[in-house]
């Protein structure tokens, strides 16, 4: 029995003892019977079969239990549920009318659109009802969508057209204490304060600016978040709370190889303790520095991978392990990546190893990356005979020689022609040029991804 059958037993139990399905906690616990269906990404069809239910037990829609059915629908890419229940809300038809969190989901999806920017219309209109309302959640939303629909146009245009979007929602000054708006730029009247995953946005669109700054320009401002933060600064001091901050700053430092050496600089201020003027303002208690987490050690990995600093690659590998961070298919098909390129055909069997041994679990999220990077890396090893040979061996230790074939049939196509029994040396060169980035390749898609949970949540 699925935990939606259970929710809605205990709900059909309360109403046989004499409770209201109009009570505030019945209707809470309706809402998470709804949500449920589809948390499991498998029982998005059993939402119709909820709604018709509730109904029996004498449940009125309202637009909290309307937004969850569109959130489901989205989720499960099912958009033409969700544009059909949102039209029943703007007609009134339905009795209740779309709010902030309405607008909201949709807009998320379309952000997940091959062309988002077709849907420009619908979030123009979205932003005006963010306006309107005073809709803080609806206007980072939009804000990110525009992040989406431009960062692909150049940089320069992207922070310039946030800039101008954020100034219409906004108070300037955390940004302009951040030295990312000039001082002297005053905020609109009447705007909002930002959310946080509203800055984080836009220091991250100006962090993808960094190829007009000079490196002098990214470490003053990480000195100046890092200052805001010690300080207790009321709007900028939360950012440290979590992770995605810091790592798009590490993720900058370790795409400038002058850079680079300053990155440890931000690993221990992420796992060092806040001092006593850093408090948070509102909630008034001290603020917890966010400690790093698997998607850090992985940008730090890389950026040394990208450096051809493999030795220091491999150690972050190990204050991973010290501190129980699991590494996962991006850890080692980074390493895995950056030894082919150095044609090091031993290390790359050694990795290969270790990535195949990841708990089941673990290998289970993503099969589909970590064979791309098993596939990309063996297809750049010239010495075919000496890769499959290392290979063996070390699969041979598991006990499963088979993997080398399956692996090895489906990697051939990959080599060079000319490369059977070739040795190409140390190509230092080629691992700065080579090695495929992680998920965060690309204009900062780990931070799309980021946000996009931060936001939806």
Known sequence: MGEHQVGLETLGKAIELGHSSSEHGFIQLASAVLRCSAGDGKSYHATAG???????LGVSLDTQLYNIIIHNAVEARDYQTAWRIYDLLESGEAGVKPDGYTLGILLWGLKHDENPSKHQDFADFCAERAYEWKDKWLATEYLHYMYVCYEGDGAQDTIRILRSKYSHFFDLQPLIDLNIFPRGVPSQPGCMPPSLPALFIMITSYLHSSQQLNDGSIYDLYIRFRALVCAGHPIIGPLAETTQTHNAF???????????????????????????????????????QAAPNAITWNIFSHGFVKAGQMAAAEKVVELMRKRNIESNEITWGTLLNGYAAAQNVEKVAEVYGKMKRMPVELRAKAPELEAGYTMTALGKIRNRAELIRALRGEVEKDGDEGVVEDDWSSASPMFHPTGRGESSGDRKDALVDDVRRPEYDGHYGEIHDAVSGWVKT
Request: glycine share 2%; hydrophobic share 50%.
């Open 50 to 56: 909820i709604v018709a239910r509730l109904l029996e």
């Open 250 to 288: 590490l993720l900058a430092f370790c795409d400038r190889p002058t850079l680079i050496k300053f990155a440890p600089m931000i690993i221990r201020d992420m796992a060092s303790e806040l001092p006593g003027s850093a408090r948070h303002a509102t909630e008034n208690r001290p603020l917890r």
